[in-house]
């Protein structure tokens, strides 16, 4: 089996339990995060819909994975946890199952995204609201570290959109 090239190639389940393509962002430039309901970072979902708000008509889209590998900071179902996102910060960016992100369980996605841009403890995830920049052409611009506010991402947000 190939290793997939970039971001469109891999399917990702949602909170209804249905595969989607990630083929249907081709073109556009994606903010891939890992999100918790119950951790001191989870007020970025307002940055995150924010910038998903300023820029989504030129491009861009947010895709939030919720994640209970970090302090049993995500403990509902999917469906709570997608709930939550909209019910408390009005998130209307595509939400997702949840998912592993780091160890031998890690959905492919996150194996191949840590696998193109290490962070501080190389590879592995740090923590809730780890942040990838993906490009048009699915391939990662850069990682943002989990205290990265979403506000200081838009340089180079819009430099991606740009190309």
Not at 23 to 44: I, K, M
Not at 103 to 124: E, I, K, V
Request: net charge negative; proline share 7%; glycine share 10%.
């Amino acid at each position: 089996m190939t290793t997939p090239g970039s971001l469109h190639e891999f399917t990702a389940p949602t909170p209804t339990g249905e595969d989607r393509p990630l083929s249907e962002y081709a073109g556009q430039v994606a903010v891939v995060v890992n999100t918790a309901s119950r951790c001191g970072l989870t007020p970025q979902f307002t940055g995150l819909q924010e910038l998903y708000e300023q820029y989504r008509d030129q491009g861009l889209v947010v895709l939030g994975f919720p994640c209970n590998q970090f302090a049993n900071q995500e403990p509902g179902t999917d469906t709570e946890a997608s709930q939550f996102c909209q019910l408390n910060y009005g998130v209307d960016f595509p939400m997702f199952a949840k998912v592993d992100v780091n160890g031998s369980d890690a959905h492919p996605l996150w194996q191949w995204l840590r696998g193109q841009r290490s962070g501080m403890l190389g590879d592995a995830i740090k923590w809730n609201f780890t942040k990838f920049l993906v490009g048009r052409d699915g391939q990662v611009i850069e990682r943002f570290a989990p205290t990265t506010s979403p506000a200081t991402m838009r340089e180079a947000v819009e430099t991606a959109l740009q190309q």
